[in-house]
């Protein structure tokens, strides 16, 4: 079954600092990546995907990630944060057949002035 | 702008009460889904629906029922079956395979 591994519960950062945000999966075929950022009390939004080609994607925001096979991990990285990206972070490994996703237990991001 | 509206954003369940999320999209998408969220534990799928009228259990349908009688609507039903349904329940829709967009939320309570 498939599985996702996030390892920091709670990351604090200064504004202006890079972040980077940790993420493993375990799943036997190719993998579908996703991360997703939920701010207190509202729904999820998807700052970007890889599905397949280039392993450096940039999604929105000014986040990128990168898909490291070997290391079944798929890092979120922002080299500077504002204030307005503390949020919850969720990464996801989506299954080929079908429409399931499985998340992570999602990180959450303090960012100090 | 398009979008998907959950409502009501707050709902309280009595013992041996069946509950209705709603959830709407104007987004013309074809797959609607329902997750479940607890602290800590990310998001659990519950039921997702690709066409209308079909839908399919997701991980942890068992308590809950759905319907998908138009394209717009996916509601959700939390039956006196689940026993600890206090929880964050997402409605979300695709164009293409997984979720893209996501309502913000309804907090269910028990009384």
């Known amino acids: 079954a498939q599985s996702v591994t996030q390892p920091d519960i709670h990351i604090t950062v200064s504004e202006g600092a890079s972040l980077e945000l940790r993420c493993n999966y375990s799943y036997g075929a190719t993998p579908y990546l996703f991360w997703y950022v939920q701010s207190p009390g509202q729904g999820l939004q998807l700052l970007l995907k890889y599905f397949s080609g280039d392993t450096l994607v940039q999604g929105i925001k000014g986040f990128e990630a990168e898909f490291k096979r070997s290391q079944s991990s798929f890092n979120l990285r922002k080299p500077s944060v504002h204030w307005s990206d503390a949020a919850e972070y969720f990464c996801a490994v989506g299954e080929a057949a079908g429409n399931k996703l499985t998340f992570g237990g999602g990180t959450r991001v303090l960012v100090k002035p | 702008d398009g979008g998907i509206t959950q409502s009501p954003k707050y709902l309280f369940r009595k013992e041996g009460q069946n509950v209705t999320l709603s959830c709407e999209q104007n987004l013309n998408h074809d797959a609607m889904y329902w997750y479940r969220q607890d602290p800590g534990q990310g998001l659990r799928l519950i039921y997702y629906s690709q066409i209308v009228n079909d839908f399919q259990k997701g991980d942890i349908a068992e308590g809950y029922s759905v319907s998908r009688e138009k394209k717009e609507s996916f509601p959700l039903t939390v039956t006196s079956a689940q026993k600890n349904p206090t929880a964050f329940y997402l409605c979300?829709?695709?164009?293409?395979?997984?979720?893209?967009?996501f309502g913000d939320g309804t907090r269910l309570s028990i009384l």
């Open positions: 979300a829709s695709s164009r293409d395979p997984w979720p893209q967009h």
